[in-house]
Every structure is written in C-alpha cells, then in structure tokens.
C-alpha cells in the first residue's frame, strides 16, 4: 500500500503531497487540478486521497484500493 495522497492549500495555489513526505509532490492552480494528480497517484499506489479545506481541515476522503471487502458496517 502506497502513502495516503493530501490536497492542501499553498499561498499560490494548491498542492498535492504525499503523507510524510517533507516536500510537496506537485503544485496545481486550482484545487480540482490537484484533485486529479491526486486521484492518479492513489490509484497507482492503491491508497487514499484526503482533501482539505482552506482552513486546513479535511473535508473529503476517497480511498483507491485499500478498501475492506466486503465492506465493513
């Protein structure tokens, strides 16, 4: 299982790192933008995305691949 992808915001734009990572992975325009290089990275390393707010708090979790199956609950 790959590194959980986060979108946080940057005084420039958004960016996309990579959890525990000291650096950012990319940097985007627009929060969708980085979304997308988000979700692209998950996928391949079967992990999650967790996007935050500009407040800096998580407001949205998807998860690509390490999902319970079934699905618990």
Not at 1 to 11: I, L, P, Y
Not at 13 to 30: E, Q
Not at 58 to 65: A, F, L, Q, T, V
């Amino acid at each position: 299982m790959g590194k959980n992808q986060h979108v946080v915001k940057r005084d420039d734009g958004w960016a996309v790192k990579g959890a525990g990572n000291k650096k950012d992975t990319s940097h985007h325009t627009t929060q969708e933008e980085a979304r997308k290089a988000a979700v692209s990275i998950a996928k391949n390393q079967k992990s999650e995305v967790l996007i935050h707010g500009t407040n800096g708090k998580i407001r949205e979790k998807d998860s690509y691949g390490n999902d319970p199956h079934p699905p618990r609950g």
